[in-house]
């Protein structure tokens, strides 16, 4: 049997087993002589146990090569200065500690390896070369010599834990041990020469080194209660950004902390929400924000502004008054195609460093065009290498970002982070965090038909908000900013008043039986579509919009999933027509003469051989404009018209024969019962019958108009129908006999803007009281001040429930004169609710806003849930925003005592201390509170009755807040408990850190679940084996990278349509290879981004940043 003298760290043969073993059975082990690349002291505590009765321990230590590249310049490399080599080690030293083990026998280590410095037992040293790699130990006697024992092992292992293989799994280690005197001697001479050359570490070093650490500090109760403070909110307390604000422009305290908020979030994320509630000035705060972004980043920043058509004087006003719209374009949200193309100036998308996307929740819609053009832009290139390094910078501005799903969050979250690859502190997925909500979500929105379920929706957004949107928003109500007291004294010295918005006040219309049987029978007629197998069935089959479904099978396989196409169109339109009659019996009326007629064309167009099918093409509006020509004169026209830009007559006009036998009888069925309706209706309208109208101009005469609700005798009304705002007009015109009515639509907004803006803008220069009533559509919900009214009357409910409350801000807005604010709703009826849940849909809508984003008053129901979230205590009675009171408390402290602000700053990991148990207010000794951090999550643990919770920020400051007068107790006594409490915390973080990191296993269940990323990447990889063009094989790896990180929601569904024309086959592939080469080369052209990915968070271990116990 052969004997060898190496040995690999396995099966218990580690460098720690060979020297106890060396130090048990070896006579007159005296001195231990160490060269090593780098020499943990941590891990010093387990080699001095097995060297206690050694006289003399020698340690030469070279300088931490990769720790140099990771935290110095690399030119370091070339000094070797003994000063030099000491600062190095004397900061890993400290770096050791940081990082050791949270344990009371590795600090006793590190303690006893400096007062064994002190007594002589150890000698440390560093060698300043960076060429010195080896690493050999030395077992010696006093004096050695041929007849005496003595050893020497060298290999790879470092004096560190894993290098001794003490860890938990010992790394890979190759080492020899020797015993010939003459390998003894050479490696003692070697060591002589090493140790002549090096650089003394002195006590005093290590005294110097040790202080700045938390063995070294005993901070109080204040200061650590500070210091998670400081940790918490970061520059945002020394962040001292001033801008003079233009004249005309109120400086406003609460909108420059916005800034200083935002523009940290911008930096760390490379995007956020600007979020704060309708009218605080959110225009402002962004425009200060990209002045900002414009000093950092230098004087070639180019800014794109994406707003809604009706907002840009807005936009480009507020830019001038800050003087910085030269650096800036401004594009209306329906036009991003002319920045992707670089028309009309535009320039290039890669020309732009800062998006900023007004009405965001605009693009809340992953599958749209404009969502893909919009995405496109935000992710594509930065031409401008300038100061602020990384990709673009985007802002997205909306009161309401969320609209009706989680999903509608992940889109826009999108926008600015990739969905695999997310910067997020806890979030590292997001297809992986959104998961679970969206299914939450359907499944709440499921059981609606029976009950709302509002506390579930609360939930699910209260989750969302507390795990990722707390992160990358912000949000101000006016709670918030009246409830701190810095804010509310600027309000004051400004003459600012934040109105109160009361309670809706609703009402409801009554009918007598007459007209309800006839509301009710129209509903049924509506709602109750037949199949097309049952065309004589009681309701309506919307037989016009749905041709496609009834064409035969060779003409309909044209249209791909021609019958789900028919089916949406139909019942959009019977949602349209349920919504017009809710809205008023004027406008249902006029929609029920225009059903009329569409559906009259049609059967003439079979009468005439000839039936036009393009949804491209507007046929209908053309027959209209037409008037009063021939019927066959004027398709003959519209052929004639429609076959010049692309489209010949073969794809858009088909023989009757082309048609099943079902819809022609569907048309006429149609036609008839629509007849017979506009009959019934007619006879309501000749009779003067509207009840809801009734009822609105009663309270025009006893409610509205009342002095001590309305002191300044000016009413807004909303309607979604223009149809319906026309015949308000001119009912208060003709009973009323109002000529200070205005009526406004898309159509004559712009020229009515100057009249708008005297009469109901109470920021205007001019003011006037020519008109004292608006009657609008939501033409005027978004981007208008009306707020000389404190009236806001809501004639029927949008379909969109973010319109309410974007109507509601039209009049609640910096500057409002009335200290209330009314909200007069008209709730749809019983029978018609029952068909389209417009009161539970905008219900849960509204929910799904005051819980993920907060509210400050009740729009809709008085069943909403107001939220003010765990940032607001809930025992103060005008719920003072909690994190703006933090936040202001560790600014004082900055401000007006920056010298012990520093000394806070500055404490070490790991600080500590002791507190005595009343402190705690529950009089409990043996608790502990741990705030522990890693790059991907914070949290904050209490250990409480031999059990271990996590709670959150607000918790966790209530318990650790503390007196500056409040004096540390000995931790001591309890010290071992202390560990064990702060390391069962310590486990519990890294098994759940543990679990979010592995997360590829329910990544790729997500992955697969969606088959578009599966078929996408299947498609890439296989094509990429068939491609002979090399350029081509570099683009399918661009495209996979795109389509593994989530960065584009549209390049997924493109390659999967790729995937199914050729059924992911290689043989298919390869017959049609210049075609696909082709579409390749197309989409890498369309979504080629910066190929420097985003910063992903990294995975390092937890840190314990500071810890507390609680004792008698």
């Not at 002190?118 to 050999?136: C, Q, T, Y």
């Not at 491209?616 to 021939?630: H, P, T």
């Not at 608790?927 to 271990?948: G, M």
Request: a neutral charge; hydrophobic letters at 35%; aromatic letters at 10%.
């Amino acid at each position: 049997m052969t004997t060898t003298h190496f040995f690999n760290n396995t099966d218990g043969q580690s460098l720690f087993a060979k020297l106890k073993s060396i130090a048990q059975n070896m006579a007159n082990f005296d001195n231990f002589l160490a060269v090593t690349g780098y020499f943990r002291s941590s891990g010093y505590f387990k080699l001095r146990e097995e060297l206690k009765d050694v006289k003399k321990i020698q340690i030469l230590a070279g300088i931490n090569v990769d720790n140099i590249f990771k935290k110095h310049n690399k030119a370091m490399l070339m000094l070797e200065s003994p000063e030099e080599a000491r600062k190095i080690y004397n900061q890993d030293f400290i770096d050791d500690v940081r990082e050791a083990r949270y344990s009371k026998d590795v600090e006793d280590g590190i303690l006893q390896l400096f007062q064994d410095l002190k007594d002589g037992k150890v000698e440390i040293r560093v060698h300043s070369s960076k060429n010195l790699h080896a690493k050999f130990y030395l077992c010696l006697p006093e004096n050695h010599n041929e007849s005496s024992d003595g050893w020497v092992i060298m290999g790879s292992s470092n004096l560190s834990d894993s290098g001794l293989g003490t860890t938990q799994t010992p790394r890979y280690e190759l080492n020899v041990a020797m015993k010939d005197y003459d390998d003894v001697k050479y490696c003692k001479d070697e060591f002589d020469k090493l140790w002549g050359e090096s650089v003394a570490i002195t006590t005093a070093d290590i005294n110097s080194d040790i202080v700045k650490t938390h063995l070294g500090v005993k901070p109080t109760p204040y200061e650590l209660y500070i210091k998670v403070l400081i940790d918490t909110f970061g520059d945002q307390i020394e962040d001292n950004f001033t801008i003079d604000t233009p004249k005309g422009v109120r400086d406003l305290k609460y909108q420059k902390d916005a800034v200083i908020q935002g523009y940290q979030m911008l930096l760390a994320h490379n995007g956020f929400f600007l979020a704060d509630v309708v009218g605080l000035g959110k225009t402002i705060v962004a425009t200060m924000i990209a002045k900002r972004f414009i000093e950092s980043n230098g004087h070639d920043t180019r800014i794109l502004v994406v707003h809604p058509p009706a907002l840009k004087h807005n936009w480009e006003e507020t830019f001038k008054l800050f003087e910085i719209h030269k650096k800036a374009n401004f594009v209306p949200n329906g036009s991003l195609s002319k920045v992707l193309e670089g028309k009309e100036r535009y320039g290039e998308p890669e020309d732009y460093d800062l998006i900023i996307v007004d009405e965001a929740h605009r693009f809340r819609t992953g599958t749209t065009m404009g969502y893909d053009e919009l995405q496109r832009i935000c992710k594509s290139e930065r031409h401008n290498t300038a100061l602020v390094k990384g990709p673009k910078k985007i802002m997205l501005l909306s009161a309401t970002p969320l609209n009706n799903r989680p999903e509608d969050l992940k889109n826009l979250i999108l926008l600015f982070q990739d969905a695999a690859r997310c910067t997020v502190e806890g979030v590292s997925n997001l297809d992986v965090f959104f998961a679970p909500f969206i299914g939450r979500y359907k499944n709440a929105m499921s059981r609606r038909n029976n009950t709302v379920d509002i506390n579930e929706i609360d939930k699910i957004y209260g989750d969302i908000r507390n795990n990722l949107l707390d992160k990358i928003t912000v949000r101000r109500t006016r709670h918030n900013i009246v409830g701190d007291e810095s804010y509310r004294k600027d309000l004051t010295k400004q003459k600012i008043i934040f109105p109160n918005i009361l309670p809706p006040c609703d009402f409801t219309y009554q009918m007598d039986t007459e007209l309800c049987n006839l509301f009710y029978n129209t509903l049924l007629l509506l709602t109750d579509t037949p199949t097309h197998e049952m065309p004589n069935d009681k309701g309506l089959y919307y037989a016009r919009y749905r041709a496609i479904e009834h064409l035969k099978e060779e003409y309909r396989s044209k249209y791909k999933g021609a019958e789900q196409v028919a089916k949406n169109l139909a019942n959009i339109y019977r949602v349209h027509m349920v919504k017009r009659l809710e809205s008023s019996f004027y406008a249902f009326y006029r929609s029920l003469e225009t059903l009329r007629t569409i559906t009259e064309d049609m059967i003439k167009m079979f009468a005439d051989g000839r039936i036009i099918i393009a949804t491209e093409l507007n046929v209908k509006e053309y027959i209209r404009k037409a008037g009063d020509k021939d019927f066959d004169l004027i398709l003959d026209e519209f052929i004639s018209k429609a076959s010049r830009p692309g489209f010949t007559a073969d794809e858009f006009v088909f023989a009757p024969e082309d048609f099943d036998e079902h819809l022609l009888p569907a048309l006429e069925s149609d036609l008839k019962k629509i007849t017979q309706l506009k009959a019934k209706w007619q006879e309501i309208e000749k009779k003067g019958i509207d009840p809801k109208l009734d009822l609105f101009v009663e309270k025009m005469q006893t409610e509205f108009f009342n002095r001590k609700q309305n002191p300044t005798g000016k009413l807004v009304v909303f309607s979604e129908s223009v149809d319906t705002v026309n015949y308000l007009t001119k009912a208060l015109q003709e009973r009323l006999n109002r000529t200070d009515v205005l009526s406004v639509s898309s159509k004559n907004r712009k020229a009515l803007e100057t009249d708008i803006r005297e009469c109901f803008d109470a920021n205007y220069e001019k003011a006037s009281d020519e008109y004292n009533i608006i009657i609008t559509s939501d033409v005027l919900s978004e981007g208008i001040n009306l707020h000389r009214s404190n009236v806001i009357v809501n004639y029927d409910t949008p379909w969109n429930a973010t319109r309410l409350m974007q109507r509601i801000g039209r009049v609640n807005r910096i500057g409002s004169v009335a200290k209330e604010i009314y909200n007069y709703m008209f709730y749809p009826s019983n029978e018609g609710d029952k068909q389209i849940q417009l009161y539970n849909n905008a219900l849960i809508k509204l929910q799904g806003f005051h819980s993920a984003l907060g509210e400050d008053a009740k729009i809709f129901s008085k069943e909403e849930m107001l939220r003010e979230f765990k940032y607001f205590n809930p025992d103060v009675t005008d719920k003072v925003d909690k994190q703006l009171q933090l936040m202001r408390e560790v600014r004082e402290l900055y401000h007006n005592d920056r010298e012990l602000y520093k000394k806070i700053k500055s404490l070490p990991l790991k600080c500590r201390v002791g507190r005595h148990e009343n402190e705690l207010g529950k009089g409990k000794e043996n608790t502990t509170i741990a705030f522990i951090q890693s790059p991907r999550k914070t949290e904050y643990f209490l250990f409480d009755e031999n059990k271990l919770n996590q709670i959150d920020f607000l918790d966790a400051v209530d318990i650790l807040r503390a007196g500056k007068e409040e004096k540390a107790a000995d931790m001591n006594p309890a010290l071992d408990l202390h560990y064990k409490h702060v390391n069962a915390a310590l486990d519990s973080f890294q098994t759940a850190l543990i679990a979010q990191l592995d997360e590829n296993s329910l990544t790729q269940k997500i992955k697969t679940n969606d088959r578009a990323v599966a078929t996408a990447q299947k498609f890439l990889r296989l094509f990429k084996e068939v491609a002979t063009d090399n350029d081509v094989k570099l683009q399918c790896d661009e495209l996979n990278d795109y389509v593994t990180d989530g960065k584009f929601q549209q390049l997924n569904k493109s390659l999967k349509k790729l995937a199914s024309d050729c059924k992911n086959d290689k043989t298919a592939m390869k017959a049609n290879e210049f075609e696909y080469e082709k579409v390749i080369g197309e989409l890498y052209k369309k979504y080629h981004a910066d190929r420097e990915k985003q910063n992903a968070i990294s995975d390092e271990d937890a840190l314990v940043i500071v810890s507390e116990t609680f004792v008698k």
